[in-house]
């Protein structure tokens, strides 16, 4: 498995990264931990939020303070978080190996 992403292009692997943690965002904030008991949240509200938050441009569709639990606030600042900071990219782990460690391994094959 390992290999067959190696292979990849760099631009598709950073695409599909992205796509992922957009995408586990949503889902983990239509969890029921992450949503108020008075409030309800659509898939697409959801998924506009993690986007947002991932590409850090502070656009909303709900009030988070008013929609999401303190698990859901969590989980937007942490998405923030992984779309503002590349200090944190190097401690997300890819299949079991540092993701630092397979860019550099996809950069110096390609040359």
Same mark, same amino acid.
């Given at each position: 498995?390992?290999?067959?992403?190696?292979?990849?292009?760099?631009?598709?692997?950073?695409?599909?990264?992205?796509?992922?943690?957009?995408?586990?965002?949503?889902?983990?904030?239509?969890?029921?931990?992450?949503?108020?008991?008075?409030?309800?949240?659509?898939?697409?509200?959801?998924? %506009? @939020?993690?986007?947002?938050? +991932?590409? !850090?441009?502070? &656009? $909303?569709? /709900?009030?988070?303070?008013?929609? %999401? @639990?303190?698990?859901?606030? +969590?989980? !937007?600042?942490? &998405? $923030?978080? /992984?779309?503002?900071?590349?200090?944190?990219?190097p401690d997300m782990d890819f299949f079991g190996d540092?993701?630092?460690? /397979?860019?550099?391994?996809?950069?110096?094959?390609?040359?």
């Amino acid at each position: 498995m390992l290999a067959k992403i190696k292979k990849q292009p760099p631009g598709r692997l950073i695409a599909i990264g992205f796509a992922l943690v957009i995408l586990i965002g949503a889902l983990l904030l239509m969890l029921p931990v992450s949503v108020r008991n008075d409030a309800k949240v659509h898939f697409i509200d959801a998924l %506009f @939020t993690s986007t947002s938050a +991932v590409c !850090v441009t502070g &656009l $909303i569709s /709900i009030d988070v303070a008013d929609h %999401f @639990t303190f698990f859901g606030q +969590v989980v !937007v600042a942490a &998405l $923030i978080q /992984i779309g503002a900071s590349e200090d944190s990219v190097p401690d997300m782990d890819f299949f079991g190996d540092d993701i630092v460690e /397979i860019f550099i391994n996809i950069f110096t094959e390609s040359r």
